[in-house]
């Protein structure tokens, strides 16, 4: 297996530390330990925990905790991964082989297409266009399906566009995937950062043969647990379950006792209430950055998530574009190349409000010297 570099990865791996204004995470500003849980839980519960391997696919409670974040699931259905990667990972590797077709949504998390291609097999292109506010075109994906087509792979909400599927969308896609028994893959992490508050629908459930991964990166503001997860049929599950044992075997036990934490009905509601309200009000200061730029940027707002995908119209290559906002200002975004399509940068508006404020000032002033 030969794998490309995954671009974006280690863009934001080699500089997201290096600058005063990050603006190319793409989740919501990270908690403290402190802000997650108090110093009684972790004298009296984490201190005295064995930190060993724990269970390889996720304890019980943890599985039992995310599956009812899915209508009906139980914890058979549920692998916990190491973070949303690692549950991609898992899926793609176990549904292809060299010399299959899949059909990928794009623009992308670039990780899935890439892989697909590193394990020999073909990614046919399903592009979300600008000119449909980012939307899906439903013939275009019957064009793309054949019999050879092994999985869909969709990423909703959207990343970078933060788009959402209509319900009638969703069950399109599904009906394709079912002619030629293929499967639906939904990488769903940014879901629950909805701007409108209802929920993002999730695949599963909604078709047989539908896999869905997810994790505590995005909205539950608590990346560095590293705990994702694959929701699905039982028996794939456990058969996902053996490849996890060739590369991480069990999510780290640290992780898996916070993220139960953290999904307890009491503490998963006032994370909630925290993003939605770090989401809301930045999201109003992005707006207003923009229509203050008035036409140098364009957007297609997103409809959840804490990213957004900006068109901007001086003439000049997005990859540059970002590289003098980093070296000269001290701002990191994330070019459109990185997504194979110039003239766009993704900019995260869930970190911190002085923060994102300061940079896109920077990058308004920068964009401004190009016109
Ligand atoms: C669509 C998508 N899937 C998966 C991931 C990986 O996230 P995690 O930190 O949960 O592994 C990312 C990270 O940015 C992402 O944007």
Redesign the pocket.
């Known amino acids: 297996m030969k794998i490309e570099r995954f671009e974006m990865e280690r863009f934001q791996s080699t500089w997201e530390h290096t600058v005063e204004f990050n603006l190319a995470d793409?989740?919501v500003l990270p908690l403290t330990l402190a802000g997650l849980v108090d110093h009684t839980w972790v004298q009296e519960v984490l201190a005295h925990e064995p930190i060993g391997y724990g269970m390889t696919n996720g304890s019980l409670e943890l599985r039992t905790e995310i599956a009812g974040l899915y209508h009906a699931a139980g914890p058979e259905h549920v692998l916990v991964t190491?973070?949303?990667?690692?549950?991609?990972f898992l899926v793609t590797w176990a549904l292809l082989q060299p010399g299959d077709e899949a059909v990928v949504m794009l623009p992308?998390?670039m990780?899935i297409p890439l892989l697909i291609r590193g394990l020999g097999a073909e990614a046919k292109t399903w592009w979300l266009t600008e000119a449909n506010q980012w939307g899906p075109d439903l013939d275009d994906l019957a064009r793309l399906v054949s019999p050879r087509t092994k999985a869909i792979f969709v990423?909703n909400p959207n990343?970078p566009t933060g788009a959402v599927l209509t319900i009638e969308a969703m069950n399109a896609i599904c009906e394709m995937a079912a002619k030629v028994n293929a499967w639906v893959v939904a990488?769903e992490?940014?879901r629950g950062g909805e701007r409108d508050g209802h929920t993002t629908p999730s695949f599963w459930a909604r078709y047989a043969r539908a896999l869905v991964?997810g994790?505590?990166?995005?909205v539950f503001g608590l990346?560095g647990l590293?705990i994702?997860w694959i929701v699905g049929p039982h028996d794939m599950i456990d058969s996902l379950w053996s490849y996890h044992d060739y590369t991480t075997i069990s999510p780290n036990l640290i992780g898996d006792r916070l993220a139960l934490m953290a999904l307890t009905p009491r503490t998963r509601q006032r994370l909630a209430l925290r993003a939605q309200s770090i989401l809301s009000e930045n999201f109003l200061l992005l707006s207003r950055w923009v229509d203050d730029l008035e036409g140098l940027v364009t957007w297609t707002p997103p409809q959840a998530g804490a990213i957004a995908f900006l068109r901007y119209h001086p003439k000049t290559n997005s990859t540059e574009l970002a590289t003098r906002l980093r070296k000269e200002h001290d701002v990191l975004v994330v070019p459109g190349d990185h997504f194979q399509m110039d003239g766009f940068i993704r900019v995260g508006f869930g970190g911190e409000r002085r923060l994102l404020e300061e940079g896109l000032r920077r990058t308004g002033d920068l964009l401004r010297s190009l016109r």
């Open positions: 793409s989740g190491s973070g949303s990667a690692e549950a991609n992308n998390y990780q990423c990343n990488d992490v940014y991964t994790g505590m990166s995005k990346p590293r994702g």
